[in-house]
């Protein structure tokens, strides 16, 4: 757990720690919210940023939405089949991602878990089905 800096880019701090393999989020000790995309404001009660902290989520997620990408276009061609996905973190927050791995019956509901893959040179995080090797 750590203060968000208000001189800081929040922006910046996220991807830092996704090129170390951390996930951060931000969470307001005003009213106790997670909150995913980053920012310099709580987006549940407007706190400001002396209220936010990064704190380390669990990892556990459910997949909310998914579709699959038969034709990729751009840096993302090669991955093609690869599976979009809307995923909410146990604590609250909902991220677009990437479910990796064995997809065969993918449906939602399933049980997430927070990995990493390097995309177009940047580490992002993407999800695996829970119990299951990528």
């Given at each position: 757990?750590?203060?968000v800096?208000?001189?800081?880019?929040?922006?910046?701090?996220?991807?830092?720690?996704?090129?170390?393999?951390?996930?951060?989020?931000?969470?307001?000790?005003?009213?106790?919210?997670?909150?995913?995309?980053?920012?310099?404001?709580?987006?549940?009660?407007?706190?400001?940023?002396?209220?936010?902290?990064?704190?380390?989520?669990?990892?556990?997620?459910?997949?909310?939405s998914?579709?699959?990408?038969?034709?990729?276009?751009?840096?993302?061609?090669?991955?093609?089949?690869?599976?979009?996905?809307?995923?909410?973190?146990?604590?609250?927050?909902?991220?677009?991602?990437?479910?990796?791995?064995?997809?065969?019956?993918?449906?939602?509901?399933?049980?997430?878990?927070?990995?990493?893959?390097?995309?177009?040179?940047r580490?992002?995080?993407?999800?695996?089905?829970?119990?299951?090797?990528?």
């Open positions: 757990m750590r203060k800096d208000p001189s800081s880019d929040v922006e910046a701090t996220f991807w830092d720690g996704c090129s170390r393999g951390e996930f951060w989020l931000q969470h307001c000790t005003a009213c106790d919210a997670w909150q995913f995309y980053p920012r310099s404001l709580c987006s549940h009660c407007w706190a400001p940023t002396s209220e936010l902290e990064w704190r380390r989520p669990a990892g556990g997620a459910v997949l909310e998914f579709s699959v990408v038969h034709r990729g276009s751009g840096p993302f061609a090669d991955y093609a089949p690869y599976v979009v996905a809307l995923v909410r973190f146990d604590e609250g927050p909902i991220m677009m991602s990437n479910v990796v791995g064995d997809v065969e019956g993918l449906a939602i509901g399933d049980r997430l878990e927070l990995d990493f893959a390097e995309r177009a040179g580490v992002v995080p993407v999800f695996t089905r829970a119990g299951k090797l990528s």
